[in-house]
């Protein structure tokens, strides 16, 4: 059974059809890519899968459970995490703060057990703050976790948005553009971070990339979209040799 | 570029409370000693017990201002709900023969929960928008509140209590009976029980709670709706139980404050000065001049700027002018770009750690 199957997925801002008929089944494990020309409605894809937007019509379904429209803050606990193709950090917080907020479903204590320091205060900031290093020791940030976020590197950024989410514990990862700004060292960097990522954690990715050769370099999928439509999807080599696609990208 | 290590990262945070209480005890301890040698003229006494009033509301205001990121224009109207519930249960046990120091205890609770209670009731709608909506509902809360207490009227007689909107004489009351609550004239005789002790002791509980907030998982998922709505909701923080939590204690500490006022005067009304527009404007003077985020800096800007006005007393004429130019002295200490460098070099918190943040 595929982790992610996604239906007649469909979304209309006034007389815009965005998305229409958007259709996806990812198995666990996989690496897929989806991409498309500027406008194409990829975001928009990640936003209705994490509840940004709710879709009009479609079903989504994560490990065979439903979770069309749900909030944002359910879906995460249902198992997607998600980064943002313009980086969306706490930045007035340092970086081990960034990942102890994604930690905090998975580490819960009351509000009256900070005020009071319980025990149990102390306990659970001990087991974060041991997490929060382990996932930033990953992506090479260990020793920065002091800094403030906005303080970062723009590539220690994307990484960072990448260790917040992966915080969350989720069952399947969504990528907006995880290598745009970078040049091509921390690009390749990176690729090795995706593949670490899969491997280590057991994790499914879905990513939204322009560039190709971080796409055909670790994608094992891809779907394309081209004016909210789905135009082609298969294994990366034949998708990219795809006549419809080469002219979606380079023109007639 | 030098860095604290993890394991220190907490102790920063710890060692910034730290020195807030410290210098809250020690200011207490040279007040203490200059009252007992007679140091301190009378006029200043009179004003210690403002000083902790202020001081505790800008505590309160910092948590919504500094940490929640909203706007909040009406803490004052929570100082008034806090000081006239306090002060009618005070006025309503004081011939019961009660305990003393157990009824103060108890009207602190009470006006603290009822200031709570009302911080909750306006932000269920009201922090589920996105904008100012905030800071426009919470200056028309302050404004009501203050008429509603200025058309109330109690009384307490042996039918038990009669409360009216409108006049004292529509109450039917008995001959014997007492005004709790007196309209315009609002609660009159009141004991003095405020003392500065008392509130130095309110103020360091006041920094206990919001310190200790600030620096667990709610604190971080409080400033992190603050830094990015959209992505502390994709990490699976509940946005408004937190917006919720924040904004019902910042108003519970400024209820608080009003205890502490309602129980310095013999007389408490809701005029335009102590509970107005004017007063919640004070208040968020202090947490913007103080530092957003400060605590330590919202106390020391309340204390300062009580002060300032008394002490130029003598200068009649120049005060309000000397007054307006330490506002922008403040300003540029606090926020130019300069002095923020110069602060991080010579920091307190480096005293003790020898290390300063990571800053490129």
Known sequence: MALLEVKNLGISFGGLRAVDDFQISIQKGQL????????????????????????????????????TGQRTIDINKAGIARTFQNIRLFKNQSVLDNVKVGLHNNHPYSALTAVLRLPKYRRVE?????????????????????????????????????????ATNPKLLLLDEPAAGMNPNETKELMETIRFVRDEFDMTVLLIEHDMKLVSGICEELTVLNFGQVLAKGKTGDVLNDPKVITAYLGE | MKKLFGTKNMKKTTKDSFITYAM???????????????????????????LCIYSIAAIGLNLCVGY??????????????????????????????????????????????????????????????????????????????????????????????????????????????????????GIIGTPHQSTFTIGVILILVSLFVVYNLVNSRSGRAI??????????????????????????????????????????????????????????????????????????????????????PEVLRGLSDYRMLIYAVVLIAMMLFNWAPKAIEWRQRHSLKDMFTKKTKGVQ
Do not use: W
């Open chain 2, 68 to 185: 929640l990121g909203e706007l909040s224009l009406g803490h004052a109207g929570f100082m008034c709900v806090g000081a006239f519930s306090s002060a009618f249960f005070t006025k309503y046990m004081m011939d019961t023969g009660m305990n003393e120091i157990l009824r103060f205890i108890i009207a602190l609770i009470i006006g603290t929960l009822t200031a709570a209670f009302f911080g909750f009731l306006i932000g269920i709608p009201v922090l589920r928008l996105r904008g100012d909506y905030l800071a426009i509902v919470t200056l028309a809360f302050g404004e009501i509140i203050k008429n509603v207490m200025n058309v109330l009227y109690i009384v307490k007689d042996k039918d038990g209590l009669h409360f009216s909107m409108s006049d004292a004489a529509s109450l039917n009351m008995a001959e014997e009976g007492t005004f709790l609550i007196n309209g315009p004239k």
């Open chain 2, 223 to 308: 400033m992190a709706i603050r830094d990015n709505r959209i992505a502390a909701e994709s990490v699976g923080i509940p946005i408004t139980k937190f917006k919720l939590m924040a904004f019902t204690l910042s108003a519970a500490i400024a209820g608080m404050g009003g205890v502490l006022y309602a129980h310095n005067l013999s007389t408490l009304t809701a005029l335009p000065a102590n509970f107005g527009y004017n007063m919640s404007i004070m208040l968020l003077v202090f947490v913007v001049l103080g530092g957003m985020g400060s605590f330590r800096g919202s106390i020391i800007a309340a204390v300062l700027l009580t002060m300032l």
């Open chain 1, 32 to 67: 897929y890519g989806l991409i498309g020309p500027n406008g194409a409605g990829k975001t928009t894809v990640f936003n209705m899968l994490t509840g940004v937007y709710k879709p009009d019509n479609g079903v989504i379904e994560l490990d065979g459970k439903g979770i």
């Open chain 1, 126 to 166: 001990a087991e974060m703050n041991e997490r929060a290093r382990e996932l930033l020791k990953v992506f090479g940030l260990e020793e920065k976790r002091d800094y403030l976020a906005s303080n970062l590197p723009y590539g220690d950024q994307r990484k960072l948005e990448i260790a917040r989410a992966l």
């Open chain 2, 24 to 50: 809250v005890i020690l200011v207490f301890l040279i007040v203490q000693i200059m009252v007992g040698t007679g140091s301190m003229s009378s006029l200043l006494q009179g004003l210690l017990v403002p």
